[in-house]
């Protein structure tokens, strides 16, 4: 493999926009010191967001029309990689995160090693302890399925301040234009080999608009990638796990309805076919999901074979 072409030693920050003109200037300002240049991603705000950032400093890139967080951020990387920098910083521009931490996640992509740091809200237990609850559980549970899916260990899958080095920004690329675009880079990072990182950072949650995506409609959304990627890639885990409690199930009560059997004075026999076809059926849903792991699998592990080998061919 060749070495990587030298960088232009600059460091930029990049930050999605969307109808942020009560917070961007202040964001944008206290951004400049830490860094080269500051661009905003303007994602088809109706506001004068663009034109209050471009005078505090920051240099304007629009799109036509609202995308989501995940097209922001294709974005920035793009424009990131044409420029030639050497780190990139994404943090949101509503006001949450602190331009103060920038040093902390730029020391930390200096470690040997390290690609790609995470200003994580979960470092800190006054921190942690200061999120609202309904956040902390439901970013709890994306953190627990992601984790399953990529392995990473990472405390705070959904932060949005995180850091990239030039290394980063030429192996990454992700498809997803919604806020699951957050996981989609984590996976990445596992199937490319990239170390990834964490730092405690600071968040305020009373800043005018804390989040332009509801909480609710956020969490679904990752939440449903995160189980769908890691049925892709934990098959047996998914669909294996469930259908062998099912078929344990479905058999347990079809054996307990055959030790209720009643004989009767007349010599007949009774039966409680009710639990019976119960038992039957979630025996055969029990089945059918462990025939489908197990098949899921064995694709997984072939696709897995050949892509090797291709690697080792080149």
Not at 135 to 155: C, F, P, W, Y
Not at 169 to 179: I, K, P
Request: proline letters at 4%; one cysteine or more; a negative charge.
């Amino acid at each position: 493999m060749g070495e990587e072409p030298s960088g232009t030693g600059l460091t930029m920050v990049g930050m999605p926009m969307f109808n942020e003109e009560e917070t961007v200037v202040s964001v944008v300002m206290r951004c400049l010191p830490h860094v080269d240049e500051v661009i905003c991603v303007d994602d088809g705000s109706s506001d004068s967001c663009s034109r209050l950032a471009a005078r505090a400093g920051a240099q304007i890139h629009y799109h036509r029309a609202n995308r989501g967080y995940g097209a922001a951020i294709r974005s920035i990387f793009r424009i990131a990689r044409e420029r030639n920098v050497d780190k990139l910083v994404i943090l949101d521009s509503d006001g949450q995160h602190q331009p103060e931490d920038i040093p902390l996640v730029l020391d930390a992509l200096d470690e040997d090693g390290v690609d790609v740091v995470i200003g994580s809200r979960f470092m800190d237990e006054s921190e942690r302890t200061s999120m609202p609850l309904y956040r902390r559980l439901g970013i709890s549970m994306i953190n627990t399925a992601s984790n399953l899916t990529s392995d990473l260990g990472v405390k705070d899958t959904q932060s949005g301040f995180r850091a990239f080095s030039k290394r980063a920004l030429n192996l990454l690329a992700f498809e997803n234009e919604g806020m699951e675009s957050t996981l989609e880079v984590l996976d990445q990072c596992k199937e490319k080999g990239i170390i990834v990182s964490e730092v405690p950072i600071s968040v305020r949650y009373d800043v005018p608009k804390s989040s332009t995506y509801s909480a609710f409609g956020h969490g679904f959304t990752v939440l449903t990638y995160a189980l769908i990627s890691l049925s892709h890639k934990k098959p047996m885990l998914v669909f294996g796990l469930p259908g062998m409690g099912l078929l344990v199930s479905g058999t347990t009560i079809g054996l307990g309805m055959l030790n209720s059997v009643e004989e009767l004075t007349d010599g007949t026999i009774t039966l409680s076919v009710g639990p019976g076809l119960t038992g039957a059926w979630l025996a055969m849903l029990g089945i059918s999901l462990v025939f489908s792991g197990l098949v899921l699998h064995g694709a997984r592990s072939l696709m897995r074979r050949v892509v090797m080998q291709r690697i080792r061919s080149i």
